[in-house]
């Protein structure tokens, strides 16, 4: 099977890249596979997620440029008055084709048997020239509804109609949860898939759960919520000293996090440390993971954790609830609240013989989202494809060779 994705760059940290490298990879086994990567200014590092060599790269010089023209022309297309709902699809679709002539004419030319767009844009792409290309079509969400439509700084503010008709006209969607699929029947009409995205982390050791650390792993980023994880820190700070914070990652908010960590007055309790290969050493330092994330598609690095044996305080969010299911393996509470957050972390460390138990907990639902797993998902989803557009390919011949 010839398999395609389609997405900036898998040259670049993010969980986006990762998830993306390691599909590619277990997919091109038995498979040839391309990523077309939108974005030619990320100098290639193969090793950075560990691209397999037989993966194919192509970078479209179209750039992400001819996508963001497309989604201003379809802007201003969808406030045009007195013209049908259906004339501005049209009109939607030919701007899109003229736009895209390059990728569709490499598409075609390549005759893969399926083109995946990866994240929101990609799909908003992918669909709006879906009808010009001779291929199954899948649109890859990498979070969640709430983060796509949510705000007015959301994902798909101002492009939610032209998402939801995209959507409509790819032969599948994939979204991470449970909670998506319901919100993407409920408002766009459209039954999603549901494929979680597998914990490629393998560790070799775990946590003794001996050191009195919490760890946060993550960009510094708005929607990571470290100012709502300092603010509970400061709170937890008070009753106890003895524990400290470290956070991983780089970002745009990190100078605002040190000014928060300054005015709290908790320098000596909290450090923020760059972004590492070796993140293993951090999860098997530590004893307790945090995760105060505003929203999450589905999340990496909370399942690596627990792959070590770390127990988690966390955020109500979506993906937590539908992994955990209920079982003890740490404590969830009510989304952006601080105050709550802190007493979950002064609760969890109480006792020491059920924070062994979470941990047991912990690495046991880790081990159920394996590549492994997920990749069974993937591959039954594509074969399903495969084999539905060589019936259909017969039923055009077929259809053809009745017309002569």
């Not at 914070?245 to 450090?271: A, C, F, H, S």
Request: hydrophobic share 35%.
């Amino acid at each position: 099977m010839k398999i395609c994705f389609i997405t900036d760059t898998v040259f670049r940290q993010g969980g986006v890249a990762r998830v993306t490298t390691t599909i590619a990879n277990n997919l091109s086994r038995s498979n040839e596979v391309t990523i077309i990567c939108t974005e030619d200014k990320t100098r290639p590092d193969n090793d950075l997620y560990k691209l397999n060599k037989k993966v194919n790269i192509k970078y479209a010089k179209l750039s992400i440029q001819g996508y963001k023209r497309v989604v201003s022309k379809l802007l201003w297309i969808s406030k045009l008055e007195g013209i049908r709902f259906f004339d501005k699809i049209n009109l939607y679709l030919r701007y899109s084709y003229r736009e895209n002539e390059s990728l569709i004419q490499y598409i075609n030319n390549e005759e893969f048997d399926v083109v995946i767009g990866v994240h929101y844009n990609y799909t908003l792409l992918l669909g709006l020239i879906s009808r010009a290309i001779n291929c199954k079509t899948i649109g890859w969400q990498h979070n969640s509804y709430d983060a796509y439509v949510g705000t007015k700084k959301n994902y798909l503010y101002g492009k939610i109609g032209a998402f939801k008709v995209a959507c409509g006209n790819l032969d599948k969607i994939f979204v991470l949860t449970e909670d998506d699929k319901v919100k993407y029947v409920n408002n766009f009409d459209i039954t999603p898939l549901v494929v979680n995205n597998p914990n490629s982390f393998k560790p070799q050791n775990n946590s003794n759960l001996e050191n009195k650390i919490f760890l946060a792993v993550g960009r510094l980023v708005k929607q990571k919520g470290f100012d709502i994880l300092l603010e509970a820190f400061n709170i937890f700070n008070k009753y106890n000293k003895e524990w400290s914070l470290v956070i991983v990652g780089e970002g745009d908010e990190e100078e605002n996090l040190r000014k928060k960590i300054e005015k709290y007055r908790i320098d000596d309790y909290v450090k923020i440390e760059k972004f590492t290969t070796n993140i293993e050493k951090y999860y098997c330092s530590s004893t307790v993971y945090l995760l105060s994330s505003r929203y999450e598609g589905w999340g990496l690095v909370w399942l690596e954790a627990m792959s070590c044996g770390l127990p988690i305080v966390a955020f109500k969010l979506p993906p937590c609830i539908e992994a955990i299911k209920g079982r003890d393996a740490g404590i969830l509470v009510e989304s952006g609240n601080s105050e709550l957050f802190a007493k979950a972390m002064l609760e969890i460390i109480e006792d020491k013989k059920l924070l062994v138990k979470r941990s047991e907990i912990s690495k046991k639902i880790a081990n159920e989202y394996t590549e492994e797993e997920i990749i069974k998902k993937w591959i039954a989803v594509l074969s399903n494809l495969y084999t539905e557009g060589n019936r259909n390919e017969q039923s055009k011949n077929k259809h053809n060779s009745i017309n002569v």
